[in-house]
């Protein structure tokens, strides 16, 4: 790993999020070689020296990912600062060192992994790998032909383009269209601004697969522990 900021090696050993290792050293929780470190950007090596939280040494946390059905009106954070409910609320205190693999926006409901291994999320969420997210999306007005052609292509927006690697509409009327979306990367609220773009607003956003996992007969608010070989 070599020398990365004091916040960034806590957060790497999967026992909690950089946000919330940053409070740890702020609150004088973190020693290095002994002494106590309270600048979460210091550098250091983990493999060379040892660190220690509130005086016991700091280890790798064994591995452990959940599929979390995330329900709509949930936030995607450790904490809200309009004091909205998170998903951490929706999780027993064992689980509250997990981190989500990606976000689902509040108003996005579905397949939200959460995991201790960084080295996974990073390798899921890296647009190289493009790994399938597929979505159930309900739209206002009618997509013809010609739209769905559009968003196969891609659409510039806000200087990015945005593309569905794969796109089935299942009904569609000139109210509203349904839709299965497929993406291979996860740009920020990247379905929403793309139907924004051809004149149309998301009124349903639903994540059922990440990869090889599908979200199943899960109810909003449940999860499930899954085995590595599941993943990938």
């Known amino acids: 790993m070599g020398?990365?900021?004091?916040?960034?090696?806590?957060?790497?050993?999967g026992i909690a999020?950089?946000?919330?290792?940053?409070?740890?050293?702020?609150?004088?929780?973190?020693?290095?070689?002994?002494?106590?470190?309270?600048?979460?950007?210091?550098?250091?090596?983990?493999?060379?020296?040892?660190?220690?939280?509130?005086?016991?040494?700091?280890?790798?946390?064994?591995?452990?990912?959940?599929?979390?059905y995330k329900p709509k009106g949930i936030v995607t954070s450790r904490s809200d600062e309009k004091g909205r409910k998170t998903v951490y609320d929706l999780l027993p205190a064992p689980l509250q060192h997990l981190h989500p693999v990606g976000r689902l926006d509040m108003a996005s409901c579905g397949?939200?992994?959460?995991?201790?291994?960084?080295?996974?999320?990073?390798?899921?969420?890296?647009?190289?790998?493009?790994?399938?997210?597929?979505?159930?999306v309900t739209v206002t007005g009618r997509i013809?032909?010609?739209?769905?052609?559009?968003?196969?292509?891609?659409?510039?927006?806000?200087?990015?383009?945005l593309k569905a690697s794969g796109i089935i509409l299942r009904k569609e009327s000139n109210k509203e269209s349904h839709l299965i979306v497929e993406l291979s990367e996860g740009k920020n609220r990247e379905i929403r601004r793309m139907f924004e773009t051809i004149g149309s607003q998301v009124t349903a956003l639903k994540r059922i697969s990440f990869g090889k996992l599908k979200l199943g007969d899960l109810s909003p608010g449940q999860f499930r522990e899954i085995d590595?070989?599941?993943i990938v």
Not at 144 to 161: A, H, M, P, R, V
């Open 17 to 68: 999020s950089r946000s919330q290792t940053k409070e740890w050293i702020k609150a004088g929780r973190i020693a290095v070689n002994g002494h106590i470190i309270k600048d979460p950007a210091v550098l250091v090596d983990p493999q060379a020296v040892p660190i220690a939280i509130d005086g016991k040494p700091a280890k790798r946390a064994a591995f452990c990912t959940i599929m979390l």
């Open 144 to 161: 013809t032909g010609n739209k769905i052609k559009q968003l196969s292509e891609g659409i510039e927006n806000q200087g990015q383009l």
């Open 111 to 136: 397949l939200l992994l959460m995991t201790t291994d960084t080295q996974l999320s990073n390798f899921l969420t890296d647009p190289d790998n493009a790994i399938p997210r597929i979505y159930t």
């Open 3 to 13: 020398q990365v900021p004091l916040e960034r090696a806590l957060s790497k050993l």
């Open 228 to 230: 590595k070989k599941e």
